[in-house]
């Protein structure tokens, strides 16, 4: 008997299942006001070097606040302040020709900076004076908190396979309220950092549970369905973001508003029902059994109780190996799961790295932030709407490399198109981000459909990790543009599109079960798990095929 069959019998797609998702929708909602959240706290205003400390005396006393400027700080060829510099000694002479300020010598700015607080009125460079030669540290707090999550996706891949999806689900939310909290009061830079570090390793487990339940509570047929609408809550967070920021100028009240809703999934937490597959997995068939019979209750079906005994159940194929410890060294142990890690952690690399290279870089389309990062995030729900299409035409497979080959050559496109055409540029990259975050949301779905029930949440969880390299590096390759301006876009396409050509030599896993061990992975492709008739009695006809001992289970 496969799980497939239980979950047939509880009905696998009905009121339990919507009601699952909507419980898991506000954690979602948080997961991209955090994850983008740089964009807006550590943004860089405005700035020139701060002249009041000349003070008023001598000629200075005389001069209006423009004239002390103009003799001060050079001018730009715009005509805008230099951010960095100023005169080593005032220049009088500037007063009646400004023409030759080129020339003078400069220094680094003396007493500090002033900054433009129109737009913000606090932000992470404001407060600590992260410009100039300090300006890395702002794309260093992204990358910092990315590494709290790659952190966090070893760890609670480990813990979730270990004490099941349920109760980490708890221990994330604690620790994303209260060091999300915690990183608002910071009181220096260190401090920051490391309470985002520790933030970014409590959201992870929010990310692996929520995706993980989902899907495990399913039936084959709407697992595509259950993972692209499931994932509608991060558009909807990421869209929420660009309002938050626009309302709240300050970093500090912005952190605590985008973190607060939180304690509300706090409350909301004792109605999820724990992965029946990891229960019956790690053989608590009575615990299973409880949630079947809840899940059969909502959804008005019968009891499973009055249908199968606990016997019945702990006959379940997914329980073969219940009493070995899983670790991510299985995922290396045998060679398909050897090759099925190396390309997925390729391919969840190359999706992560090109989605936030992509979100992170939000200048240039003649559009002010906010309105460019909220077309950014609305764009992602035709995307997620239109893969969900595809995936059940197509499969996963192809739309996976589909998806970033495209995204390839969207950031391929803009970089030959000159920056004065930004109205040819913002189209282009808006449909890059659209199939970027396609992109996201098939390697989710499909790495849950890849990796077998025992060790699913290792393996997405070392997914994950090799993602949050790539969203941990894509901060730094901005930074190659004082390099060469177009190198950072030339880096993100390759990836892109090698990681979409390593993707078409995964497996396709379209209306194919679940697999429960590590031997449906090995098992020859014949006798891989896969979409198989099933006979009316609900035992498939593959199985009739296996070998006496599997006989004997299914008996």
Known sequence: MKFENILEEVDGFGPFQIILIILLCTPRIVLPCHFLLNIFIAAVPPHRCDISSLGDAG???????????????????????????????????????????????????????????????????????????????????????????????????????????????????????????????????????????????????????????????????????????????????????????????????????????????????????????????????????????????????????????????????????????????????????????????IVWYGVASTYYGISLNISGFGLNMYLTHFIYAAIEVPAKLMIYCFLNILGRRKCQAGTLLLTGICIAINIFVPEGLWHVRAPVAVLGKGLSEASFTTVFLYTTELYPTVIRQNGLGYASFMGRLGVAVAPLILLLEDVWAPLPQIVICSVAIISGMVSLLLPETQNARLPETIDDIERPRRNKVSCHPVEPSGVSLESKTTTDAQQRRLE
């Open 59 to 345: 000629l200075f006393r005389n001069l209006t606040p423009g004239q002390r400027l103009t003799v001060s700080v050079p001018l730009r060829e715009d005509g805008v302040p230099e951010s960095c510099e100023m005169f080593a000694e005032p220049q009088l002479q500037l007063l009646s020709n400004s023409s030759h300020s080129a020339q003078l010598p400069t220094v680094q700015c003396r007493s500090g900076w002033v900054y433009d607080n129109s737009t913000f009125t606090s932000t992470l460079a404001t407060e600590w004076d992260l410009v100039c030669d300090r300006k890395s540290l702002t794309k260093t707090t992204t990358t910092i908190f990315f590494f709290g999550v790659m952190m966090g996706a070893i760890a609670f891949g480990f813990l979730c396979d270990k004490y099941g999806r349920k109760n980490t689900l708890l221990a994330s939310y604690i620790m994303s309220i209260v060091f999300g909290f915690s990183s608002a009061f910071a009181n220096s830079y260190v401090l920051f950092a490391a309470l985002r570090f520790l933030t970014g390793f409590g959201l992870t487990g929010i990310i692996i549970n929520s995706i993980v339940l989902s899907i495990e509570w399913v039936d084959t047929g709407h697992r595509s369905f259950i993972g692209v609408i499931g994932s509608l809550a991060w558009s909807a967070g990421n869209m929420l973001l660009a309002g938050f920021a626009f309302l709240v100028k300050d970093w500090r009240t912005l952190i605590m508003t985008v973190t607060a809703p939180l304690a509300f999934a706090v409350l909301t937490w004792c109605w999820i029902p724990e992965s029946a597959r990891w229960l019956l997995a790690n053989g608590k068939v009575e615990r299973a059994q409880f949630y079947l019979d809840k899940c059969a209750k909502i959804n008005k079906r019968q009891k499973l109780s009055t249908k199968f005994k606990p016997e019945t159940l702990s006959n379940v194929e997914i329980l073969e190996k219940q009493d070995k410890n899983y670790t991510y060294l299985h995922l290396i142990k045998t060679p398909k799961m050897r090759r099925l890690t190396l390309l997925t952690g």
